[in-house]
Structures are given as C-alpha cells and as structure tokens.
C-alpha cells in the first residue's frame, strides 16, 4: 500500500504543478485550456486523497496520516526536480575579454 500511495502522490503532484500555466508551458509548449487545467487540478487532488487513504488503510489512521505526511513530501520532490531539472535555463556562452590593441 506504501508503494501505490507514494505513485498516487507522485501523480497527484505532477497534475497539480502540469494545471498550473507556466509548467504546463515548459513541458508541451502551450498554455492549458481551461477544461485541461480543470482536469489537471481535479485528478491531482482525486490522487492525494487516494494517496491518504492508501496510507490510512494500510498503517491505521494514528500512522496513516504521518506516514501520508512523508508521501507527500517524496511525492512532492519527484516533480519538483524534474520540472527544475527540464526548465533549467540554458547556457549562456560567456563573455570575450576585449582584445588588445
């Protein structure tokens, strides 16, 4: 149950972070339309709550809420390094001394 609450996190995030404009630019290229952005939000929400319920009904509800804490924080870090690492800003060649004379 660990296993599945962690991807549902991992999902859920990555929807959230793909409904929000200027993520969802960097990975396609284009702005969301407003039905995609909707879709995007509700399925990322709909899998942080499985992800609490997974963990709720595999720990018991006193671990299941602090173990679901640490999920989302794993599940959490995933998209986030990867949005980093896919929108880092491109090398800029640096600048020539001036030549001598």
């Not at 630019?25 to 709550?49: I, Q, S, T």
């Amino acid at each position: 149950m660990t296993v599945l609450a962690l991807l549902l996190a991992l999902v859920g995030f990555a929807c959230l972070s793909l409904a929000m404009d200027r993520h969802h630019r960097d990975v396609f290229g284009a702005l969301p339309v407003a039905r995609l952005r909707r879709l995007f939000r509700l399925g990322g929400w709909a899998a942080l709550l499985a992800a609490v319920a997974c963990c709720i009904v595999g720990w018991g509800v006193a671990y299941g809420v602090i173990a679901g804490c640490g999920i989302f924080a794993v599940g959490a870090a995933l998209p986030l390094l990867w949005l980093s690492y896919r929108t880092a800003p491109k090398a800029r060649p640096t600048p020539r001394a001036p030549s001598k004379p």
